[in-house]
């Protein structure tokens, strides 16, 4: 923090001048899909400007790789065992569970929602000053949308996320100016089945995407639970053809960088920029080749991982930060820095005191991951996990029980299972007993490792 931005600081938690707040989410953008992280073809001029105006996160993770349960968790601040959300299938939050923008309302702000909206009990059943949303994924052409939530699930002219940043430009434009606001902006993209922009349909011809560095790594090692799930490229027609299948899902992550520029710009123009945290993320991470694969739902870092940037008062730009956070750190973050106290514990923990240059002795060295969808799309099985900042710890407890541990320091790419190591056998032990803590600090005991229990919850019965 310099001396330059305490008086502005100070300003905002007097409340003179109550910080505005924009969030903006992608839908399996993985943590490296842009021109800053060096993406060999991919362009991203407007999300390269926030990240040089903001600082950048380079250890952010999602607790559970999964669209419904992450952004619940990014609205409650809780982990989905806690909000209920496990999984993709008609999970519905608690409507007297309190989320970020009812609570912020509460404490004198507008709240705006437009994007995708597919989170029963979370959204379109809540209160906002302005909503325009779309059911399920979407359709990248002419989109059925409701402006209202009462109103009606219509179509639009024209391309999803282009057609969602319209009405949210427009809002801002708009809004009430006497009071701070929080805009939610949820995009479509770059969710399959891609579907370029029309303008954009002639981007990358004549180029050839490099495969990572994994293609042809067989996984010795590798569970089961792993080998077997059912996301190779080359099986599902949306991706049967990998150079095509990474050229679409980077067109509609350019369109995305070119609506990101359009709300920048309209935020300089309203004079908003000074006053106004700016957050940009993912709901998980993607496979793109890796084993040959795609896809998310596992632990592995393409699929866990995410962006995160992050720009306003006080934050010095163009700054990194490697300290790990997490999408349940999303909510208390934003409560802090508008100066609003949570009713109720959340899992996550406030990260702005890592916005501002400072780093608590007590920051978390380790987290916790779930995924429950199973049996489900993509045949991924149900597992739970711990990863410190140098290794990781898989355990997948449904039938057949299997584990992989990694040394991300030596093994980034985490190709060599160490599970059966004897030279890592503590480790194994220390990590599986720190799993344990973890579950019982946030109060999980889904499933508990009991398969008919799991399978009982995933069709939404009592055991």
Not at 223 to 237: C, H
Not at 254 to 283: H, I, M
Not at 371 to 399: D, L, M, Q
């Amino acid at each position: 923090m310099t001396a330059a931005t305490i008086p502005l600081l100070l300003t905002l938690a007097c409340g003179a001048g109550r910080p505005n707040f924009v969030v903006m989410m992608t839908d399996d953008q993985r943590y490296d899909k842009f021109s800053h992280m060096g993406d060999p073809l991919l362009k991203t001029p407007n999300l390269d400007r926030l990240r040089s105006e903001g600082m950048g996160f380079r250890r952010m993770y999602v607790t559970n790789s999964l669209c419904a349960p992450s952004r619940a968790t990014l609205l409650t601040g809780l982990y989905s065992h806690a909000h209920g959300v496990t999984d993709n299938k008609d999970r519905r939050l608690d409507p007297k569970l309190p989320i970020l923008p009812e609570l912020l309302r509460e404490a004198g702000y507008d709240a705006a929602f437009c994007g995708k909206s597919h989170i029963g009990g979370a959204l379109r059943d809540r209160q906002w000053e302005y909503y325009f949303g779309f059911k399920g994924q979407g359709n990248y052409l002419k989109p059925v949308i409701a402006e209202g939530t009462d109103g009606k699930d219509l179509p639009r002219q024209g391309y999803m996320d282009d057609v969602v940043t319209d009405k949210a430009i427009n809002w801002l434009t708009r809004r009430n100016q006497e009071k701070p606001f929080i805009l939610f902006l949820f995009f479509k993209a770059p969710h399959r089945s891609w579907q370029r922009a029309p303008r954009h349909m002639h981007l990358y011809e004549g180029t050839t995407v490099p495969k990572p560095a994994t293609w042809d790594d067989p996984g010795v090692g590798k569970p089961r639970s792993f080998l077997e799930a059912d996301n190779r490229i080359g099986v599902f027609d949306d991706a049967k053809d990998y150079d095509a299948m990474v050229k679409d899902y980077n067109a509609t992550i350019t369109a995305v960088d070119e609506n990101v520029g359009r709300v920048l710009a309209t935020l300089d123009d309203l004079k908003l920029t000074d006053s106004t945290n700016v957050f940009f993320t993912s709901d998980n991470g993607f496979f793109l080749g890796e084993w040959q694969r795609f896809d998310k739902r596992f632990m592995h870092e393409v699929s866990s991982r995410v962006p995160m940037i992050v720009r306003g008062p006080g934050i010095a730009a163009n700054s990194t930060n490697e300290r790990i956070i997490l999408n349940a750190d999303i909510a208390p973050t934003i409560l802090d820095l508008a100066g609003v106290k949570p009713k109720a514990a959340m899992h996550g923990r406030s990260f702005a005191p890592l916005l501002h240059g400072q780093t608590p002795a007590d920051w978390r060295k380790d987290w916790l991951y779930e995924y429950y969808e199973y049996p489900g799309p993509h045949s991924v099985r149900a597992n739970r996990g711990v990863a410190t900042e140098r290794y990781k710890y898989i355990h997948y407890y449904t039938n057949p029980v299997e584990y992989e541990l990694y040394d991300l320091q030596s093994d980034p790419e985490e190709r060599k299972n160490l599970t059966d190591d004897p030279q890592y056998a503590d480790i194994r032990k220390q990590l599986a007993a720190r799993l344990e803590e973890l579950r019982k600090e946030t109060g999980d005991t889904y499933g508990d490792a009991n398969p008919a229990e799991l399978k009982a919850k995933a069709k939404g019965k009592p055991k």
